[in-house]
């Protein structure tokens, strides 16, 4: 019964995040809301499994169309699972994805780790915070807090953010136990609920303002297109 086990065990995640998270999702959804009203970007960036969280929101049926996945293969499983291991604890190279992407002072950033230890999402961070980009982390706090910073400055991801959203997972991304050996990770589901919730709540905001909502239609419903949207922000999303 370990798949009804598992789903348990999510079923519990989402309300703890439910109970803990949503007063934070709702001060996220008015920045967004506020950005999306002044045509800024949200820009959203991961290394590892963590960027599954910014192709959950980039150019998607239901989602927002002013997101920037920062999709930078170099570290992701894309170009080899050890290689962007390695790479994700390479001081510097955060300073070069950034400068591959259209980013400007007044956009947000939206940067998951669920240690928040690595060197490069520390360093986008710190690049985000310098640049003066109103910073969100997703992260897992118990994680986190229970190991040491692979940066030099010894920071985590969670100490620099301007908001942080935890994303309520135990430390090791385990759900279950199997006689010692650890599995059913929960960060990629607690991550998507996260963010879908921001993106709906923001949608209420600005419906409830009667704003033309900028969302993208599904490309398999006939009769509907998103023309309009990509000549809108083909300028300013690289992988558009």
Known sequence: ????KYIEKIQGLISIIKETQYDKIVKVSSIFASKI??????HVFGTG?????????????????????????????????RKGSEM???SG?????WNQYNINKEDV?????????????VEMA??????????????SMCHSKACASRHPSGKRLFEIADIVLDNCVTEGDSLLDFDGVRSGPGSTVAGAVIVNSIVAETLKMLNEENYKLPVFTSQNVDGYNNDDLYEKYAGRVKHM
Do not use: C, Q, Y
């Open 1 to 4: 019964m370990s798949a009804e």
């Open 37 to 42: 009203k002044e045509d800024k970007m949200i």
């Open 49 to 81: 499994h963590s960027h599954m969280i910014g192709i959950e929101m980039f150019v998607r049926a239901g989602g927002l169309a002013n997101i920037n996945a920062m999709l930078d293969d170099t570290i992701t499983t894309a170009a080899g699972a």
């Open 88 to 90: 994700e604890r390479l």
């Open 93 to 97: 190279l955060a300073e070069i994805i």
């Open 109 to 121: 950033m939206i940067i998951i780790s669920n240690s928040g230890r690595n060197a490069v999402p």
């Open 126 to 139: 710190m690049k985000a915070k310098k640049e003066g980009l109103t910073l969100i982390a997703i992260t």
